[in-house]
């Protein structure tokens, strides 16, 4: 007759439920209930920062009189007009261009590459969110690209691109003393004014992480950079517009 014990296997399995869950997998029990720790903190903290924002926001307004309310509403509607004005004129541009050029939608992640109006290619882009970066001392506000930029330098595998010190704070890696480091930015890049990157995932080094997007660049697929990194030359602009 087959017996459990003779299996291998107890005799009395556990019942379940979260209990029999930890005394089975103590280690993974752990590990789930940490990150759902620190989501629970992480969301405590931005809620709390909303409230303090918000609070802040009132008791300016409360002391304003009714015409400052006015003008400061005014100033708000306005500089938000002209971000939208700025962003169709760059839309506009771009559009008009017959030169080779890329377009880059920030908002819905894709970048055109055209030339007389034509489309050439189409690709999928994941752009870096905006953050705040603390660099020695002082804090380093990366934002995303806007307006139109241009090409100053074409990467290739073996070239070296300095990266920036903050990039390693916020892997929580140690940096090494020389931050030129050869394939960064991965088998092809491009380095654009301003110190905006557009770039694939590479295969080593502090960016090789699918779930890490480095903020303020644009990340695109190997075979899609691989592709038109041979037509890219230094001075082609690349249209940034929401």
């Known amino acids: ?10 005799p009395h399995p556990p019942n379940g439920g979260w209990s029999a869950l ?7 029990v752990a590990v789930l209930a940490t ?8 969301d405590v903290l931005l809620a709390a920062r909303y409230l303090r ?29 002209k971000a939208n004005v700025m962003q169709e004129l760059v839309r506009r541009r771009a559009a008009a261009d017959r030169a080779l050029h890329l377009s880059v939608s920030v908002d ?14 189409e690709m999928r882009v994941q752009v870096g969110e905006e953050r705040a970066m603390a660099q020695g001392g002082d ?32 892997r929580g890696a140690p940096g090494p003393e020389d931050r030129m480091l050869p394939g960064a930015l991965g088998r092809n890049a491009l380095v654009l004014s301003g110190g905006t990157v557009i770039y694939a995932l590479p295969d080593s080094g502090v960016l090789a992480d699918s779930g890490y997007v480095l903020p303020g660049a644009v990340r695109v697929s190997r075979s ?19």
Do not use: C
Not at 64 to 77: G, I, L, S
Not at 111 to 116: G, P, Q, S
Not at 224 to 242: G, N, W
């Open 53 to 81: 924002d918000r609070a802040e926001t009132e008791r300016l307004r409360d002391g304003m009189t009714d015409a400052e309310r006015q003008r400061a509403d005014m100033v708000a509607d306005a500089e938000e007009n």
């Open 224 to 242: 899609d950079l691989r592709a038109i990194a041979p037509i890219i030359t230094p001075v082609l602009t690349v249209y940034f517009y929401e």
């Open 22 to 28: 930890r005394r089975t997998y103590p280690r993974t």
């Open 139 to 170: 804090t380093v506000r990366v934002l995303k690209p806007r307006g139109p930029l241009s090409v100053e330098r074409v990467l290739g595998p073996r070239d070296a691109w300095e990266v920036p010190a903050w990039v390693f704070s916020d």
């Open 35 to 42: 990150l759902i720790a620190a989501f629970v903190v992480g």
């Open 108 to 121: 819905s992640g894709t970048m055109l590459l055209e030339r007389d109006g034509a489309l050439l290619r």
């Open 1 to 10: 007759m087959y017996h459990r014990a003779q299996a291998g296997m107890s």
